[in-house]
């Protein structure tokens, strides 16, 4: 990984810098390396969107194949599902996932020019609806159905923050009080300023390789990629989601069973064949702290209205029953877009090595990530031993 | 000289001020509704319906989830007031068509006066104007 932070170069630098060490840590030349999967940034004109030859050029030609993926927050997960069936279709032996940003200050908004035909612009220009304006009805929401409070907000930035304060990638290392959360500025009520996740430049890699070629090379502590899902929702889908101003009808079709963001996790389960009672260590995507809350249920990690339950017990800290966020989240390290789902199995890998140091869970063999972006994109990664 | 009052975004609403509408579709194949009106295919998998009719949507319906935005949103939004005023933003379940629509409350309330479940009802506003027109946009005013 290259750190999370605010550095304004470009890109590729980043991306680079990630792939370099990643090819370093798995003993792999880039010149062995026969497939590039790149994920996207939308923000830094047309290399952005050819991300897989952007960064195969910079690392130098070495012809081999590419791919170039976007799916907004969860690009990454695409880039690693598009080298993870070409290994598994028996087409290339081994790979290289890269993602990078770099991001404007302040609000993530959409690029420039007139666009009324386009969902995201619309609900900038029409309403004056923001990310965190969506992060706050699913706030409010929960403060309503299940009892979160101020405090409990402040209590994930807290947790949050000290596993970041332990981990060299993260942008933000500094720990903070319940009172330094609590009186920070509210942005989208009931959201403060350090309940939302801010927007980074960073970048992540890893490398991808098929079991014959990790025996034959003799590759030491490698860990399976067990699944990838990128399901979609099913209609109707009845939560807002971004970037639309509204939902689907369930006046003729009732809602799926599994809403979307469980669907997505629960997808993964099924191709690892395997439940959430076998999870040792969870990343998901706190784009706020109230929606930590919200995917360790979606993730099955514990019932309907619990998760508050598991935070003030300090079940979901390191040394707790089931750590959540141990890299330190989103909070800790800000939205690279591209990069971000990369880099939670970035943190999945080193914890299931037994190589997170202070941020170390103790024992994990299996690990679920979960992430969601705009335009009913969302994935989950299931990593084991 | 009058501006001339026209739609923020063509054909999501009526611009009968005293009682105004979103227009969405229902769907003359399997019946669901959808907001936007659906101009196309039916979204509903199920449904392999391209024939829609125009129907205004319910004018009142209940908060299912609300904020404020305590900063000005970036372009392309378009601020009311310099300096900017905060706004509050309501997420309003209408009951016939079981659907969600978000907009920003009409002025007069801020964050503190709302509740999940608080009936609201459509009223139309000044989003933007130029030399010659005012872009009008819904929002959600406080019922009764």
């Given at each position: 990984m290259h750190p999370w932070g605010k550095w304004g170069k470009p890109f590729v630098e980043y991306g680079v810098k990630a792939a370099r060490e990643a090819l370093a840590d798995a003993g792999v030349e880039w010149r062995e390396v026969q497939f590039v999967a790149g994920a996207n940034t939308i923000?830094?004109?047309y290399p952005g969107h050819v991300s897989g030859a952007t960064f195969a050029q910079a690392l130098g030609w070495n012809g081999c194949q590419i791919s170039s993926n976007y799916a907004a927050c969860a690009s990454g997960s695409m880039a690693i599902a598009s080298a993870r069936n070409r290994i598994m279709a028996g087409l290339c032996d081994v790979a290289l996932v890269v993602g990078a940003d770099t991001t404007p200050k302040g609000f993530l908004a959409p690029t420039g020019g007139d666009r009324p035909d386009d969902p995201d612009w619309l609900r900038f220009r029409l309403q004056g609806v923001t990310n965190p304006a969506y992060f706050a009805f699913y706030a409010r929401r929960r403060m309503e159905l299940y009892g979160m409070t101020d405090a409990d907000l402040a209590q994930v930035k807290v947790k949050n923050a000290k596993a970041g304060a332990q981990n060299p990638y993260a942008r933000y290392r500094k720990e903070f009080t319940l009172e330094d959360v609590q009186q920070s500025p509210m942005v989208a009520d009931p959201l403060r300023l350090l309940h939302i996740c801010a927007t980074s430049d960073g970048g992540a890699a890893l490398v991808l390789c098929s079991r014959e070629y990790a025996e034959k090379k003799g590759l030491a502590n490698t860990v399976r990629i067990r699944a990838v899902s990128t399901a979609t929702p099913t209609y109707p889908s009845t939560h807002l989601e971004m970037p639309d101003l509204a939902t689907d009808s369930a006046a003729v079709v009732p809602p799926p069973e599994r809403p979307f963001r469980s669907a997505v996790v629960y997808a993964a389960y099924e191709e690892a064949g395997i439940?959430?009672?076998?999870?040792d260590v969870a990343e998901v995507y706190d784009l706020s702290s109230a929606m930590e809350l919200d995917w360790i249920e979606q993730a099955g990690l514990?019932?309907?209205?619990e998760a508050e339950h598991l935070l003030r017990n300090g079940d979901t800290a390191i040394g707790g029953r089931i750590p959540v966020?141990?890299?330190?989240?989103l909070g800790a390290f800000g939205e690279a877009v591209p990069a971000q789902a990369i880099a939670q199995v970035c943190e999945l890998t080193w914890q299931l090595r037994g190589q997170?140091?202070?941020r170390q869970v103790e024992g994990a063999k299996v690990g679920v990530t979960a992430n969601q972006g705009l335009f009913g994109h969302g994935s989950s990664v299931i990593v084991s031993v | 000289m009058s501006k001339t009052k026209v739609a923020a975004k063509d054909g999501w609403f009526t611009l009968d001020e005293a009682a105004p509408a979103l227009i969405g579709s229902r769907c003359n194949g399997c019946g669901t509704y959808a907001f936007p009106a659906e101009q196309?295919?039916?979204?509903?998998?199920?449904c392999d319906s391209e024939s829609f009719e125009q129907v205004e949507l319910s004018r009142s319906g209940r908060i299912w989830s609300y904020t404020n935005a305590c900063y000005q949103p970036p372009a392309p939004y378009i601020p009311t007031t310099d300096p900017f005023e905060p706004f509050a933003l309501a997420a309003v379940e209408l009951e016939a068509e079981k659907l969600i629509v978000i907009g920003q409350m009409t002025p007069d309330v801020s964050v503190e006066d709302l509740k999940i479940g608080m009936p609201v009802e459509l009223v139309l506003d000044v989003g933007w104007e130029d030399d010659e027109h005012q872009y009008m946009v819904w929002r959600w005013k406080r019922a009764g």
């Open positions: 923000r830094n004109g439940g959430p009672e076998d999870v514990c019932g309907e209205g966020n141990p890299s330190g989240g997170a140091g202070p | 196309v295919y039916c979204k509903n998998p199920a």
